[in-house]
């Protein structure tokens, strides 16, 4: 602990979480008793230490007149009232001295003038709450001072009855930035101070329990679920209509029931009455448990399809309203995810709620994360320091017992990147006292000493390979190497969604349904922490002038931050859907497999479709029975013929988070044939106005540069290697090799030069002989290109050949050329409708798609490579009246098309620095380097990189309209 510091410290620096409040219960909405929420204008003073001692503003009479306002809950930094938000990932944006803070310590004193509403109820207590503060607050009410707490995102109440009177009510708040708990809420986010979440006062009738736990578990042997309810501070009856169930409190009753899952949500409504307070209940009946070394909810294997959620708002921050909150968890149930970790906080308690209701698994973490010790070594990690254990368990105590009630939420989490400590265990032996009934998870201390699960983040496709035959390497102790071995296993992270990508899904997903031990994982992360900013459209760490910052690291989501669903989030459905549609063992038929693991497919209709060359021939729907989970079925379609054959799984009936005929699942059981386009040969170069015809082509007789095709001027057609780098090609600074971003560039790749060795006129082809080379070195692609005719269609074979030595992948291998602005519509026969790479293409679909080149665009939220589309046949590009060009492949290529330049998207920061030019960029790739996960896990799969190797590929263009 700190080598400088003076006794006393004050409460704010010092290691207790807190003084003067009630301890923890559970929260819950909707009792009869009174309640009064206090969210709304407050008056607001920022001052920039916390040394203002003075609390004159608390007391009754103080003349706020002169201060501006804040809304509560709101981040002041967000309302124009002083300061600004500042992003670091690890580091501590202070010096690290625990548990001292900077004498920088802004300080905002929030001030509130209230009347008890009209019939407030006489006689019980009163309980001021407060759901979220950043980082610690003193409270007054009517100038009583009430106490103080620390621990930002979990609710703190204090008894007010005393105090509070009918009229004139004066709630102070003062809330400072830095305190001793910040050392405990050092997680890869927003520094954001302020009222976050709600404060409510509530009236707590004589005779209202105190609090009370509910256990439901279901026995799947026998289909009965038990109910007890735990009632602290009163007595009373549980009512559950629907079950008949009517009981007293403390009592175990057994009755048949439908289990809850996340699959099949069902719950419960009861009721808890007790003399003083009647409070709605929502009951599902489950039970968690580990055994034979896999996590089974209700008897069986449960796989993780999840996603890390922390709260954000691009307007708000981390004061998400409760219409986001829903939002969220539609997209989530929309696109096949079933769990949630809540990284790395409880969230709003309102959010534990929904994800009952609609169905989600929840990893419910604690407001606990010291990361930026590991630059230190961990010296002085308050985790393993005994007099930070109290503020540890205030921490456990204050989730557990907030969140207990709630059936979704089946796993505790200790907090993210602590290290390890003494401190952890005590938390966990704590958790596991008072709440058995659940598992208990910690990924930082890889002896898993604590836990009930393996967990681990970003760890590679062949590692997970190695845990899931429980044949990784050995843990120094024996003993607890045989217990982890023994262990489930789950990524509490991984598939980093940082710009484009993540790649890789695929491979993980494989490998969770073929290791009954891989429980599959969690995504970090769920949406992209870009806050609306004037300039930049969407600011990033370094955008507010911060000292250190991690930029564009906050922005690493399947969301952007206005909620539009990324590529990656399209990917990531499709990668986990739910029911697999692929081809069968005979031609014609589909097979279909049912990969939940609690419903079975009653809930879904088939439909298939056929069409030939993008065109819908027929469609109609499939018969398919409705499978038990894990059990499949093959299952003929339609005498049709050749071209491409979809199927889809789509609700049968509306649920709470989509409509009748939402897409959950879709396969091409068969996708026809590649008909490579026909050569075009036979006409013979002419020379005509300075330059050479052959075919539908004009070229520039000294350079052999294609000048026009048909109408259509033609700029700069060459072969194209470079691509803006992705943040995955970047890598993370710790990542030890193979950061191809910087390689590329280090070569040189971005600043390619073409050497014109030949121009050769032959008897049906024009010939151009090229050295493609960067400045400096004497590594390079020998290129020619040879062009040849048939009519108006014009045939390009690119033939290259590296010479001199390449160690590292090319970023892609192609042609690009530029278009006059008018040639913005983009139509193509491959995958769509969306942007797909190598190692991200589960979810391009085979068909006709048809977008302008501007919505072609993935906006992420750094500019980096995108848009490609997948397995293209022909693309074309035409103007408003449909006329253009079009290009056909020998092979399938990757298309992408952009109304600015790889080196303009390279060198923009945001998305506002992209601006449109007079020029419409085309690429067609014959093969691209894949995305991978470097930006924080594992580099591209061996199978998806592109070395540098000889190779010839050929389009064929022709003109449009
Ligand atoms: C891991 C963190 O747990 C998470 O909060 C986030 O920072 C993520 O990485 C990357 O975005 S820790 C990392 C150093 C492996």
């Known amino acids: 602990m700190s080598r400088t510091h003076t006794h006393p410290l004050p409460w704010y620096m010092d290691v207790s979480p807190g003084s003067g409040g009630l301890p923890p219960r559970s929260w819950y909405a909707g009792s009869d008793a009174g309640r009064m929420s206090l969210n709304g204008d407050w008056r607001f003073r920022l001052s920039p230490t916390a040394s203002a001692e003075d ?138 101070p302020g009222i976050f979440r709600d404060i409510t006062l509530l009236h707590r009738p004589d005779g209202a329990p105190r609090d009370f736990f509910v256990h439901a578990g279901y026995d799947h042997r026998a289909g009965t679920g038990t109910l007890r309810v735990e009632c602290d501070g009163a007595d009373g009856r549980v009512l559950v209509p629907g079950l008949g169930v009517d009981v007293a409190t403390d009592e175990a009753v057994t009755v048949p029931v439908e289990p809850w899952t996340a699959e099949t949500p069902r719950l419960y409504d009861g009721e808890l009455v007790t003399a003083g307070e009647r409070i709605p209940l929502r009951i599902g009946f489950r039970t968690v448990a580990v055994e034979d070394g896999v996590v089974k909810v209700n008897g069986r294997r449960v796989l993780f399809r999840g996603v890390n959620r922390h709260e954000f708002h691009p307007e708000t921050g981390r004061t998400v309203d409760a219409h986001t909150m829903r939002r969220d968890l539609v997209l989530m149930k929309r696109h096949n995810i079933n769990a949630v970790r809540t990284s790395h906080y409880p969230p709003h308690p309102a959010f534990l709620d929904l994800c009952d209701e609609l169905g989600l698994w929840v990893i419910d973490e604690c407001d606990l994360e010291t990361h930026g010790f590991v630059d230190l070594e961990w010296r002085n990690n308050p985790v393993d320091d005994e007099r930070w254990t109290p503020a540890l368990l205030d921490r456990a105590a204050r989730m557990v017992e907030r969140d207990k009630n709630h059936a979704s939420v089946i796993i505790w989490s200790l907090g993210n990147e602590c290290g390890s400590g003494r401190g952890l265990t005590a938390m966990a032996e704590w958790v596991k006292g008072r709440d058995p009934d659940r598992l208990v998870h910690y990924e930082g201390d890889l002896s898993c000493k604590d836990v009930d699960l393996y967990s681990r983040m970003y760890p590679t496709h062949a590692e997970v390979e190695l845990i899931g035959k429980r044949a990784e390497d050995p843990w120094s102790d024996p003993a607890l190497d045989a217990r982890r071995r023994a262990m489930p296993f789950i990524m509490c992270e991984y598939g980093h969604a940082m710009g484009n990508g993540p790649g890789g899904l ?223 090609d970047n890598g993370a600074a710790w990542q030890p090799d193979e950061r191809y971003g910087l390689r590329w560039r280090e070569l040189g790749l971005h600043r390619m030069r073409h050497r014109i060795d030949a121009v050769e006129v032959g008897e049906d082809s024009l010939t151009v002989r090229t050295w493609v080379a960067p400045a400096g070195v004497d590594t390079g692609l020998r290129t020619e290109y040879r062009w040849t005719a048939d009519g108006e269609r014009l045939g390009l074979t690119v033939s290259v050949a590296p010479e001199g030595e390449w160690r590292v992948p090319l970023p892609r291998l192609g042609i690009r050329f530029g278009l006059p602005a008018a040639y913005g519509g983009a139509r193509w026969f491959g995958g769509g409708p969306g942007e797909a790479y190598p190692d991200t293409r589960a979810a391009s679909m085979l068909g006709r798609w048809e977008m302008s080149v501007d919505a072609m665009q993935t906006p992420y939220v750094r500019p980096q490579e995108n848009g490609a589309r997948a ?65 924080c896990g594992p580099g591209v799969l061996p199978e998806y990189r592109l070395d540098a190797a000889e190779t010839a590929f050929s389009f064929v263009f022709s003109p449009v309209g």
């Open 506 to 728: 695929s491979e993980y997903q494989r490998l969770f349904e073929q290791y009954e031990r891989c429980q599959g994982g969690f995504v970090w992360e769920w949406i992209d922490h870009g806050i609306a900013h004037p300039e930049h459209g969407f600011a990033y760490g370094g955008d507010f002038g911060e000292e250190l910052h991690d930029g564009n690291f906050v922005c690493d989501g399947l969301l952007f931050p206005d909620r539009t669903p990324s590529p990656g989030l399209i990917e990531y459905k499709k990668v986990v859907e739910p029911v697999r549609i692929e081809a069968g063992t005979s031609a014609g038929t589909v097979r279909i497999v049912n990969g939940y693991d609690f419903a079975d497919l009653g809930h879904l209709e088939f439909v298939w479709s056929h069409e030939v060359d993008g065109e819908l021939r027929a469609s109609g729907p499939l018969t398919v029975p409705g499978l038990a989970p894990k059990a499949q079925t093959e299952v003929a379609l339609p005498e049709g013929g050749e071209g491409v054959w979809t199927v889809r799984a789509v609700l049968a009936e509306d649920a709470a988070w989509a409509g009748r005929g939402h897409v959950v699942a879709w396969g091409q059981p068969a996708v026809g044939a590649v008909v490579p386009a026909a050569a075009a040969v036979g006409s013979r170069p002419e020379a005509a106005d300075g330059g050479i015809v052959l075919g539908g082509g004009v070229f520039d007789a000294a350079t052999g540069a294609l000048v026009r095709l048909g109408d259509v001027p033609v700029q700069a057609l060459r072969l194209d290697v470079w691509r803006a780098p992705t943040d995955n």
């Open 871 to 935: 397995d293209v046949r022909w693309a074309e590009l035409t103007d408003g009246d449909g006329a253009g060009v079009r290009a056909g492949g020998g092979t399938p290529f990757w298309f992408s098309a952009r109304r600015w330049t790889s080196e303009q998207l390279d060198t923009a920061g945001h998305r506002p620095d992209l601006v449109a030019g007079e020029t419409v960029w085309v690429h067609l790739d014959h093969a691209l380097q894949g995305i991978g996960s470097q930006s």
């Open 55 to 192: 609390a004159s503003f608390a007391q009754s009479g103080f003349d706020a007149s002169g201060w501006g306002t804040v809304a509560v809950p709101g981040h002041w930094v967000l309302q124009g009232a002083g300061g600004a938000p500042a992003y670091t990932n690890v580091v501590y944006p202070f010096p690290v001295d625990p548990p001292l803070v900077p004498t920088e310590n802004p300080t905002g004193d929030h001030l509130l003038t209230f009347d008890l509403p009209t019939g407030w109820p006489e006689g019980g207590e009163c309980v001021l709450r407060f759901d979220g503060v950043e980082s610690a607050a003193r409270v007054w009410l009517n100038g009583e001072e009430l106490g103080d707490f620390k621990g930002s995102r979990l609710p703190h109440e204090f008894a007010v009855g005393g105090v509070v009177r009918a009229e004139g009510n004066v709630l102070a708040v003062r809330v400072h930035q830095w305190s001793s708990g910040s050392y405990l809420e050092d997680q890869d986010q927003w520094w954001l």
